[in-house]
């Protein structure tokens, strides 16, 4: 079984500050982690990912994150958001089942940027 | 990537009767998935439709209220059945591209019932 646990429903930063979303999950074997981004009255668009190697993976849009296997840990950063990063973020761990990756999602955490 | 359409973008349909959303995938894919997200919460996986066999669904879905169409390898329906307010989500399709572990969504449908 796997599950993703979104510390914080919602966040405020001042554009221009660092960016910090939580991120913990648990899983029975080695995880894929992903976060995706959901803007207002869209899909789902793919963020960063990590699969395998290097823990600090760069995604799209300056951000970041690092897996950290001992904290379970995949938090995602930006050092100086713009206010177009408003939207909602979810955190993601699948994990191979059946020939597909069953994923699981956190419950989203709605990023403001404050001018 | 894959481009990745649903129709309708939204809808508001009256308790008791029936949606049939539509996915198109721009790319030939084996694996699409849908997705419900009720107001405020996250994403909750329906069903696999995996093309030639019936989807699988998850717990607490079923074929009767949920079926699931997966004619070939670009496009699925999936139905909402006999709807009442409690069925009022955004309704995803997604697909696992070959050679990748992440997914890629569609824009979704926004569906009001009242």
């Known amino acids: 079984a796997q599950s993703v646990t979104q510390l914080g429903s919602h966040v405020s930063v001042s554009e221009g500050a660092l960016v910090l979303l939580r991120c913990n999950y648990s899983?029975?074997?080695?995880?894929?982690l992903f976060w995706y981004v959901q803007y207002p009255n869209q899909g789902l668009q793919l963020l960063l990912k990590?699969?395998?190697?290097?823990?600090l993976v760069k995604g799209i849009n300056g951000f970041e994150a690092e897996f950290k296997k001992s904290e379970t840990s995949f938090h995602l950063t930006k050092p100086s958001p713009h206010r177009s990063d408003a939207a909602e973020y979810f955190c993601?761990?699948?994990?191979?089942?059946?020939?597909?990756?069953?994923?699981?999602f956190g419950i989203g955490t709605k990023l403001q940027v404050i001018p | 990537s894959a481009v990745i359409s649903q129709k309708p973008s939204r809808d508001i349909c009256q308790r008791g009767t029936s949606l049939t959303i539509q996915c198109q995938v721009d790319s030939q894919v084996t694996m699409m998935f849908w997705y419900r997200q009720q107001p405020g919460q996250s994403l909750t996986l329906i069903a696999t439709a995996n093309q030639g066999s019936e989807a699988t669904y998850e717990s607490g879905f079923v074929i009767d209220k949920f079926p699931i169409s997966r004619p070939n390898l670009t496009f699925s329906t999936l139905t909402v059945s006999n709807m009442s307010p409690e069925d009022s989500s955004i309704y995803l399709c997604s697909v696992e591209l070959r050679g990748k572990v992440e997914q890629y969504f569609g824009p979704g449908t926004r569906l009001t019932v009242t």
């Open positions: 990590y699969t395998t190697g290097a823990t």
């Open positions: 993601a761990v699948s994990a191979n089942s059946g020939g597909y990756q069953k994923v699981t």
């Open positions: 899983s029975s074997v080695p995880p894929y």
